[in-house]
């Protein structure tokens, strides 16, 4: 999901700063996030001035990402759904259609 949104965000013409692994750096340098951050090695925590931080993880990832947000700042969470077995209706893919229709018009100000 964080790669999408990397790609949905640079469309709409924002700063990228994502976390990953070291390993997934030059892909999502790739796809075109301006800043990496080995979430592993650094303390993300201490960044400052985010404008919107999309949380896919979630635990401990959630407090921590707040406090990198600017004042007035918007963080989104993924939801997490049950998976249905078999691959069923609801099983995966509503996330992505959903940050499709939500990243945007967090970039834009529009309606949340």
Request: glycine residues 14%; without cysteine; proline residues 5%.
């Amino acid at each position: 999901m964080g790669q999408l949104a990397v790609q949905i965000a640079k469309e709409h013409g924002a700063h990228v700063l994502a976390t990953a692994r070291a390993v997934k750096h030059p892909f999502l340098r790739e796809l075109g996030a301006d800043e990496l951050v080995d979430y592993t090695r650094s303390d993300f925590a201490g960044l400052r001035d985010v404008d919107v931080v999309l949380d896919t993880i979630s635990n401990d990832y959630g407090p921590r990402s707040l406090a990198t947000l600017k004042p007035g700042g918007i963080r989104r969470r993924r939801r997490r759904r049950r998976r249905r077995p078999h691959g069923g209706a609801g099983a995966g893919g509503g996330g992505r259609a959903a940050l499709r229709r939500v990243l945007p018009r967090t970039l834009s100000g529009g309606p949340r």
